[in-house]
């Protein structure tokens, strides 16, 4: 026990000493500079966080992301005759690696598909789910993009072409449990991509509705164009 108390009352000194030496003068040059400095911490004993990407650029250095859906607002199309329809205006944007799982994020995705953007930031206010607000905010700087890079005159007439999601990084951990044993975790992020595009969105986005009588007349046409194989 006497070795323990003679430990802390030279920790408890040392500093004195020095306080004493600085006020004295008679401090050496290294001495000083080893007062002055913070201690150096090793930075690979403390553990970081994965947010802001610190710890994904140290796990791998190369894999920045995906980069081919941005490429397309750099497309450059050949120039249209005079009685050509106008050629649509469009924007390309994502969101990469949110902390969200992409099976989750599809349904928001597969929401506002084929919506003006007013109403899908409108409806996407009422959304009660972690991933609504980054696709709100996606939308939101691809509207701003819209204006501000691709000459498009209202912002209002934009519609949702196309949204869909992406896998992103996957980190895997361990989560402790009872007796001794562990089970395994794994913390999923997710890449959203939108494209928007200049005009008033189409009446039917998917296919078109059908009448009980046009999906019988198109289910007979199938069943007379039928074939045998090999047959004359």
Not at 165 to 193: D, I, N, P, Q, S
Request: hydrophobic content about 35%; overall charge positive; aromatic content about 10%.
């Amino acid at each position: 026990m006497h070795k323990v108390i003679r430990q802390m009352t030279q920790l408890r000194l040392q500093p004195l000493q020095g306080a004493a030496l600085l006020k004295t003068g008679d401090t050496p040059a290294p001495m000083l500079s080893q007062l002055s400095s913070p201690p150096a911490f090793n930075q690979k004993s403390i553990h970081t966080g994965a947010a802001g990407g610190i710890l994904c650029a140290k796990w791998n250095k190369h894999n920045y992301g995906p980069r081919k859906w941005l490429e397309y607002n750099k497309t450059v199309h050949p120039p249209q005759e005079t009685d050509e329809e106008p050629r649509k205006a469009y924007v390309c944007h994502m969101r990469s690696n949110i902390k969200y799982s992409p099976d989750k994020m599809w349904y928001i995705a597969a929401f506002v598909r084929g919506m003006s953007v007013d109403e899908a930031l409108k409806q996407l206010n009422f959304v009660l789910k972690k991933g609504a607000t980054d696709v709100k905010e996606t939308i939101l700087e691809a509207q701003e993009m819209a204006v501000q890079r691709h000459n498009v005159e209202y912002k209002s007439n934009l519609w949702i072409a196309e949204s869909f999601v992406g896998k992103g990084r996957v980190f895997k951990g361990m989560r402790r449990h009872a007796r001794g044993r562990f089970g395994h975790v794994e913390y999923k992020h997710c890449h959203y991509f939108v494209r928007l595009e200049e005009g008033e969105p189409p009446k039917h986005y998917y296919q078109e509705p059908q009448t009980p009588e046009q999906q019988y007349e198109h289910w007979l046409e199938q069943m007379r164009s039928r074939k045998i194989i090999n047959s004359l």
